[in-house]
Each structure stands twice: as structure tokens, then as C-alpha cells.
């Protein structure tokens, strides 16, 4: 059985929306994080496409999760309806004339399985578990993601002389430049969006729990702890939301976040992000 324990989600920024959205419904549970908008005003009617497109998976997933399968096919086909579903949406908006206006998020789900879990990834959100073995395992983001973003900071902020990067012309040129090479066929990089062919590069592992297990599944902001701050390893940070509880973990982070607001230790683009956690326990 795949029970939630507790779970949080902090806006990065408390004067604009929250683009993560995360949910757990009997054996199955996900994160999905949109990926900040490029493109202002936004072209759906909601406050960001980010958010908007991050529901339109979250609401894919609520209305089967009663009824799916556990199986990386099921949850393959639920990513690709949404994503067909999304966009004949955003089409009726007026859709995307550059590349780099599509929305787009990241997004893992997990279903319980008689060895442990499987599960599915686009993008850079990850999953943290420990087992009653005392194993730690992780999955979830491609190789070398967080020092992706780092080096490319640590290189606008050389111009830009902030963290605050979003509003330097410079920087919002060459972060375009990259999201237009998203879900390209024959590329390197997929998240979830309007190309309905995301669902087939969606990555499937499986983790192998002797139960009772603990599991956190994060957006790539608060799973930061681990991948940007170093402050834990992965069964670390599960221990420490056991111990200590997510709120407190909150704290942390964001923390180590207004001592560094200006990226000098930890280069990034924004001086904090969405950041969305679900702990659960599998019995």
C-alpha cells in the first residue's frame, strides 16, 4: 500500500503563481513542475502557461488515477492523452508561434508494484526512498541537469551581476534558445508538452524497496537539497523529512537560499524556485 504522509509546496516567489503541482491518489502518486514562463503576457487565460499546462497533466492524471493500471504503459497513455488534450487547447488560444512559447513541465509519477514502485520521468523532477534494508535510492532528472543550469548562470550573471537573471535581455535570449530545443525529434532533452510524442521518451525505472519504505518525490526546487546544495544525499533527506518534517526542511532551504540571494556560492537563475514535495510510506 501507497499511503501520503505529508506534503508541502512554496512559491519561489510569493508575488507571482506557484507552477508545481503534485498529487497521490491510492497506488499511484506524481510531481509536475511547469517550467517558467519565456513569454509575457502569457497566451493561455490563466496566470502563467506554466501552471496552466502543469494542470492540464495533474487533471489528466486525477480523473484515471482510481482506475489505472500501475504499469509504465498506463501511465505512458495518460501522458500522452494530456498532452494531445493540451494542446487542441492552447491551439484555441492562439497556440505558439516560436518555438520556445510552447509551455512545457517536468513531471514524475510512481505506482506501487509487488517489489516496490515503478516509474516514469520527463524532465528534472526526482524520487528520494529509503527501505527498511536501510538501501537509499534515487532516480528521476537527467545526467548532469543542475550543473547545466549552474555553468549557464554562472555565465549570465558575469553580465547580468545578479541571480535575479529573468529580467536581463541577454539571459532571457539565450534561456529561449534553449527551451526551443526541447522535444525536438532526434533530440536530447524531453519534457511534458504539446508534442503528444513526449509520452514515448518519458524515461521508466524501477526501484526495488524491501517495505515498509519511505519515498519523497520532488520538483527539481526543493529536491535543490540535494542536487544544488548538497546538504544530504538521498537517504538523508528522506530520513530528515521522517525526523524532522517538510516544513522544517522548508525552512531550510529556503535558508541557504536568502544567504546566497545573490548566487554568488550557487549560481542560478532565480533566487528560489517553486519547491514541491510528497513523502509517502509503501507498506
Known amino acids: 500500500m501507497l499511503t501520503l504522509i505529508e506534503a508541502i509546496s512554496l512559491a519561489g516567489d510569493r508575488n507571482k503563481q506557484n507552477d508545481d503541482v503534485a498529487g ?19 497566451i493561455s487565460p490563466w496566470a ?4 496552466w499546462i502543469a494542470y492540464q497533466l495533474h487533471d489528466e492524471f486525477n480523473r484515471n488515477a482510481p482506475h489505472t493500471e500501475v504499469s509504465a504503459h498506463r501511465i505512458r497513455s495518460l501522458i500522452w492523452q494530456a498532452s494531445v488534450q493540451a494542446k487542441m487547447a492552447f491551439d484555441k488560444f492562439g497556440g505558439a508561434d516560436e518555438r520556445w512559447k510552447s509551455p512545457t ?13 515503478i516509474g516514469l520521468d520527463l524532465g528534472d523532477c526526482r524520487c528520494f526512498a529509503s527501505d527498511s534494508d536501510g538501501g537509499a535510492h ?3 532528472s537527467r545526467d548532469s541537469g543542475t550543473d547545466d543550469e549552474r555553468e549557464r548562470a554562472r555565465e549570465a550573471s558575469k553580465r547580468a551581476g545578479s541571480a535575479a537573471l529573468l529580467r536581463d535581455p541577454d539571459t532571457m535570449t539565450m534561456l529561449r534558445s534553449v527551451r ?9 532533452y524531453w519534457v511534458f508538452g504539446l508534442q ?19 519515498v519523497l518525490l520532488c520538483t527539481d ?11 544530504y544525499d538521498a537517504g538523508g533527506l528522506v530520513k530528515a523529512a521522517l525526523d ?9 532551504l529556503r535558508a541557504i537560499e536568502t544567504a546566497d540571494a545573490g548566487g554568488a556560492k550557487h549560481p542560478r537563475f532565480k533566487s528560489s524556485d517553486d519547491a514541491t514535495a510528497l513523502l509517502l510510506r509503501l507498506t
Open 180 to 188: 526551443a530545443q526541447h522535444n525536438l525529434s532526434g533530440g536530447h
Open 221 to 231: 526546487g526543493f529536491s535543490a537539497l540535494v542536487d544544488r546544495y548538497k546538504v
Open 105 to 117: 513541465a517536468s513531471v514524475l509519477a510512481v505506482g506501487e508494484t509487488g517489489d516496490g514502485l
Open 196 to 214: 503528444s510524442e513526449c509520452a514515448d521518451h518519458a524515461r521508466v525505472w524501477t526501484l526495488p524497496l524491501k517495505r515498509p519504505a519511505h
Open 24 to 42: 497521490a491518489f491510492g497506488s499511484f502518486a506524481w510531481v509536475i513542475d511547469g517550467a517558467t514562463d519565456l513569454v509575457s503576457p502569457p
Open 138 to 140: 534515487s532516480a528521476g
Open 48 to 51: 502563467s502557461d506554466a501552471a
Open 244 to 252: 524532522k518534517g517538510l516544513q522544517e526542511l522548508g525552512r531550510e
